[in-house]
């Protein structure tokens, strides 16, 4: 059934991710997003999910500042506006700064309300989209590279994967989905993957920057050659 | 007796061939379009089109010069940085993307058919289509490297599921992002598919509209090569593809040290 119009924000991970509240895929989801921002030198973040059927994206949760989530839940994003629609539009991660009117970039164009930088990476799941998880910095002159991007996009991949084994899950659960008799190689690493994750950083946000390293070293290892 | 150009241009600097006086070159943006309309930009497009997808194939049509052609700000960033290192370049302004920088494959590649068409001499590519488009790009790839035209092409800023194409082919000049203190350094990668490494990081561009941003990327770090190889054509027109890619490789280690 689709959602009604009047989406209530409290519910969007629930409603469109089947992701309650408190629950370990919930819990891991934050601490993605935190963990991301803190590895890229963002000060928020968020996660917004796909509302397939009205077409746009919808802020579920922001990190780093209580009254950005009270404000932003809920809000809609249409896809191909700004840099997170432009994520979930292409597919691709995005990084964005402010628009100045001269090219020494010394006077701001608008009301320079705008972060300073964002980074914007889609959450994808087989070929669909799920929804865009987002780092913002106001610090001045503060720019995401394309290795933070790569980084944060890693953050979002992980965070599509916790996503994609609850609906599995849920799929099973209710049955509209036959168990599979052998848990396929893939799975069962993502699994492990995300286990080790949760163990690593709950209940000990001293380990956060331990586990950034991690991810990074991981990354450099993973992707090819890192950018000069 | 003159000397032969691909010696000289071994012996140029190539951040002195700007100060030259450079023949025209001509230089294909398939892109999200380009806003002449921009101060960075007004009277350096010579043409504007645009390929949009349609029920049966691909149309193109023609765009008024000297108007706004980009619907997202793609294009006209990457058409800035080129505009900026090499003044001798007459931009040709193809926009392959719609809105929001959707790319259909279709159109990127009548987009690169019609480049090929016109003989433009050098093709910037800040795209990327997936690898089953191959049976398409490749022939036409190749026939621009048989016609004289120099493809530069960019690496998926997130090579997921491949490097993306037409960089990954050994007819065009694919291109990866670096961190440099000056657009004339390059880093040569022997053995990648992705040949070179250019500055793509913290790059002032041209906004639709008016103004300046900063952004990083392999699409950025493209048009920095596309510049470069249109300075060294500019000096030296009889240069081959080849020539041109060796040349930038000497560069490339002699900005090394």
């Known amino acids: 059934m689709p959602p009604p119009a009047s989406t209530a924000p409290d519910h969007l991970l629930s409603r469109f991710l089947g992701i309650l509240p408190s629950t370990p895929e919930e819990k891991i989801l934050r601490m993605l997003i935190e963990l991301g921002c803190e590895v890229v030198g963002g000060q ?31 809000q809609a994003v249409p896809l191909g506006a700004g840099l997170t629609g432009l994520a979930a539009a292409t597919l691709e991660v995005q990084t964005g700064a402010p628009t100045f009117k001269d090219i020494e970039q ?16 889609p959450m994808v799941s087989g070929d669909e989209l799920v929804g865009v998880v987002t780092a913002v910095s106001f610090q001045h002159g503060k720019r995401f590279s394309s290795k933070d991007a790569r980084l944060y996009a890693g953050f979002a991949a992980i965070a599509a994967i916790v996503v994609d084994l609850r609906r599995r899950l849920s799929a099973y659960e209710s049955g509209e989905a036959a168990v599979p008799q052998e848990e396929s190689e893939r799975a069962r690493l993502e699994r492990r993957v995300l286990a080790s ?32 | 007796m003159s000397e032969d150009p691909v010696l000289s241009a071994f012996h140029e600097q190539l951040s002195r061939l700007a100060e030259k006086n450079l023949q025209p070159v001509d230089v294909a943006v398939l892109d999200s379009g380009i806003d002449a309309t921009h101060p960075d930009l007004a009277g350096r497009v ?19 010069a000297g108007a706004n052609n980009d619907t997202y700000g793609h294009g006209t960033g990457v058409a800035s940085i080129i505009a900026r290192l090499a003044p001798n370049v007459r931009l040709h302004d193809l926009r392959v993307l719609e809105p929001g920088n959707k790319g259909v494959a279709a159109c990127v590649i009548a987009g690169l058919r019609f480049a090929l068409e016109r003989r433009w001499r050098v093709i910037n590519l800040s795209l990327a289509v997936a690898e089953k488009f191959s049976t398409e790009l490749i022939p036409l790839c190749e026939k621009a490297y048989f016609q004289n035209q120099i493809l530069v092409a960019s690496k998926r800023n997130f ?21 440099f203190d000056s657009p004339f350094k390059l880093v040569f990668n022997p053995g990648d598919t992705i040949e070179f490494t250019a500055l793509g990081e913290d790059l002032t561009i041209a906004v639709v509209g008016g103004g300046y941003t900063t952004k990083s990327g392999t699409s950025f770090a493209t048009p920095v090569v596309t510049a470069l190889c249109a300075l060294l054509v500019g000096h030296y027109p009889e240069l081959r593809p080849f020539e041109i890619k060796a040349l930038l490789k000497h560069y490339a280690a002699a900005a090394a040290g």
């Open chain 1, 44 to 74: 928020e973040g968020s996660l917004l999910i796909y509302d397939k059927d009205a077409d746009v994206l919808r802020f579920a949760m922001t990190v780093g500042d209580p009254e950005s989530e009270k404000k932003l839940r809920g």
């Open chain 1, 106 to 121: 010394k006077e701001r164009a608008g009301d320079g309300s705008t972060p300073d930088a964002v980074i914007a990476a």
């Open chain 1, 197 to 228: 994750m949760q163990r690593l950083v709950s209940g000990d946000p001293a380990r956060l920057r331990a586990v950034a390293d991690l991810l990074a070293a991981v990354e450099g290892v993973a992707l090819p050659r890192a950018a000069q």
């Open chain 2, 46 to 64: 010579a043409e504007a089109f645009h390929f949009r997808p349609e029920s049966d194939g691909v149309a193109r049509a023609d765009v008024a």
């Open chain 2, 159 to 179: 090579p997921f599921p491949d490097v993306g194409f037409p960089a990954a082919y050994a007819s065009t000049i694919g291109i990866e992002i670096g961190r």
